[in-house]
């Protein structure tokens, strides 16, 4: 399980990134979900990590998960507490509800997997 959603997260950031990038409503400077172009760089980073790790190391896909469903739940309380920018990154409050979905996703993923 963990191997298939790292895999389809990982092509979902990459959406997400290459979005960040290009004008739209959705996602990036303009959009309901506010990010800047070093917010979009670690979309794009995270999607390609995600699909490596599934790709070619898919035993660390559930410790992979976990790492970073615990890193986007700190980002997303993070976000609530310091206004943005936080570590440079353009954030708001409907990108800060959406990581602790990803969060939350990432860590039942993790720890719901089946180890080999």
């Known amino acids: 399980m963990a191997k298939n959603l790292i895999i389809i997260f990982g092509f979902v950031f990459v959406i997400i990134g290459i979005l960040g990038f290009v004008s739209n409503p959705v996602i ?6 506010f990010t800047n172009h070093a917010h979009d760089i670690v979309h794009l980073i995270v999607g390609l990590l995600f699909l490596i790790v599934g790709f070619s190391a898919a035993a660390s896909a559930a410790g992979t998960l976990i790492v970073f469903g615990v890193l986007f739940a700190l980002l997303a309380i993070l976000g609530f507490i310091v206004p943005s920018p936080i570590l440079g990154l353009a954030t708001n409050g409907a990108l800060n509800w959406i ?4 969060a939350i996703i990432f860590i039942i993923g993790g720890f719901s997997s089946k180890p080999r």
């Open 28 to 33: 990036g400077a303009n959009g309901f979900f």
């Open 99 to 102: 990581d602790i979905i990803f």
